[in-house]
């Protein structure tokens, strides 16, 4: 083999090497692993929000799998479009047990009295042992002031190089 070939074959083996083992920090959150200071966030409003809640029993009729279509209605009294977090928090009514937590981005546009957000929320719970489908509780929230995980590296503040692109490029949340 020629000097030529060798040194192609091991640029290519280390520029592979370095990007699966090169792992920058998040450019959403910037390293921080939680999403906090989103501009125009204080501008926000929740005015109301109203839940589907569909399930099915899977599994010998041991899991109850659950499909929650949010739609919340939000205003944004700021000159900019916000993209947002909305938490929402699936609890047992009776017993007050949380089952989920879940945030989701949204974004509203600058100076809208009202525009409607579609989330969806999908979880199971697993039966043996309970005495029947629980009835759930289902709040939604807008977390201001609070650190939330951040949606691309879900907390972990470091990303692997190709999808640290790809998440630059806005092609991946």
Known sequence: ??????????LIFSLFGALVLAQPA????????????????EK???IG????????????D??????????????????????GPLLVSIRDNET???YCEKVTFFEVPANAASHTV???????IYLEGLPGIPVLDIDVSLPKGEKIVCPSC?????LPLLIWLLVYLGLLG
């Open 26 to 41: 998040c450019p959403t959150c910037h390293g921080t692993g939680h999403m906090s200071n989103i501009p125009g966030l």
């Open 154 to 158: 879900g907390g972990g503040c470091n």
């Open 49 to 60: 929000f109203d839940t589907t809640v569909k399930y099915e029993f899977v599994g010998c």
């Open 1 to 10: 083999m020629s000097r030529t070939v060798l040194l192609a074959f091991a």
């Open 44 to 46: 926000l409003q929740l």
């Open 118 to 124: 579609l989330g969806k929320v999908d979880f199971s």
């Open 62 to 83: 041991l899991w109850v799998v659950y499909d929650i279509t949010v739609n919340a209605m939000m205003a944004n009294d700021s000159p900019i479009p916000v993209e």
């Open 96 to 98: 007050g047990t949380m």
